[in-house]
């Protein structure tokens, strides 16, 4: 059974750093697309980093400049470095996964079950 499992929130003052982990189990995640997506409380869940199998990586707007995505593809793990957080950051934040390769097949849109990110002002 594929598995994505988030660790590393917590509670921040503003201005202060997190790093998030996500372990993939079950598959070898050398192909996907991995990123992380949060979901601010009344919001919809946005995807805000992405990272490919050959390191390229993209960030949205909010995020760019202060959060780092990194991956080891040989541990099977991909990482958030968050700095400079701001209140706004506050959520819960997701390991997202595309083409994980699952029986055979490629499968997109999976989530791990979220780890919550409190910035305090």
């Known amino acids: 059974q594929v598995q994505l499992v988030e660790s590393g929130g917590g509670s921040v003052q503003a201005g202060g750093s997190l790093t998030l982990s996500c372990t993939v189990s079950?598959?070898?995640?050398?192909?996907?697309?991995m990123g992380w997506g949060r979901q601010r409380p009344g919001e919809y869940r946005e995807l805000v980093a992405s990272i490919e199998k050959y390191f390229g990586t993209s960030y949205s707007d909010s995020v760019k400049d202060r959060f780092t995505i990194t991956r080891d593809n040989g541990a099977n793990t991909v990482t958030l470095q968050m700095d400079s957080l701001k209140p706004e950051d506050t959520g819960l934040y997701y390991c997202?996964?595309?083409?994980?390769?699952?029986?055979?097949?490629?499968?997109?849109?999976?989530w791990g079950p979220g780890t919550q990110v409190t910035v305090s002002s």
């Open positions: 079950g598959t070898d995640f050398g192909d996907a697309v």
């Open positions: 997202h996964a595309d083409r994980l390769l699952v029986n055979g097949r490629f499968q997109y849109g999976t």
